[in-house]
């Protein structure tokens, strides 16, 4: 995989994505942004919460690689998906309609569901990984990042990349549906 116009690809995805937080999302009334269609099931804060918990984890990680990579490295243009990347790609990938539990630690709690504060952290979450890509060009997309479920699980630089911008745009499109569900307030 080309890293240039795979890095430039991603550049466009969040930019993509923040124009559907902001134009669909940000509107919305405190009714409608804590909606949930079901009890057992998540409303649009929910999905943007999952995320934030997420992300954060790895954009972490990610920044600190780039960061602390030696000056004057001359990194690969290319990399290869791990068999890691891979599977995490295919339990993300917004074309999916298979169901997937988040894990525990990454469940939506009510005392996370400060409409301001979430859309405030999502908006940061995506623009600190914009600024990871943009600086994505100086480091190996092959160095090993550990997964926050263990350290014996470890992804590729480029893996985490890919897997975290697809896995926003899977919820989001979660997001997009609850507002279309029957019972969505209409005021």
């Known amino acids: 995989m080309d890293v240039l116009s795979t890095r430039q ?35 649009i804060l929910e999905c943007l919460v999952h995320l934030n918990m997420v992300s954060q984890y790895y954009v972490n990680q990610l920044n600190y690689k780039v960061e602390h990579t030696p000056p004057n490295a001359q990194p690969p243009l290319t990399f290869e998906m791990s068999f890691n990347g891979r599977m995490m790609l ?9 169901k ?5 630690m990454f469940k939506p709690k009510p005392y996370h569901l400060d409409t301001q504060k979430v859309l405030a952290r999502y908006k940061g979450i995506i623009e600190d990984l914009a600024k990871v890509l943009q600086k994505a060009d100086t480091i190996d997309w092959n160095t090993k990042v550990v997964s926050p479920f263990t350290s014996l699980l470890k992804f590729r630089f480029g893996d ?13 499109n979660q997001a997009l549906r609850v507002m279309l569900r029957e019972g969505f307030p209409k005021s």
């Open 9 to 43: 690809d991603l550049l466009q995805q969040l930019q993509q994505i923040k124009q559907t937080v902001a134009q669909e999302f940000e509107p919305l009334s405190e009714a409608k942004i804590q909606w949930k269609p079901a009890p057992d099931q998540w409303g």
């Open 160 to 172: 985490v990349l890919l897997f975290t911008i697809a896995h926003h745009q899977r919820h989001l």
């Open 100 to 104: 997937i539990p988040a894990p525990g």
């Open 90 to 98: 295919g339990f993300v990938d917004p074309k999916s309609s298979r």
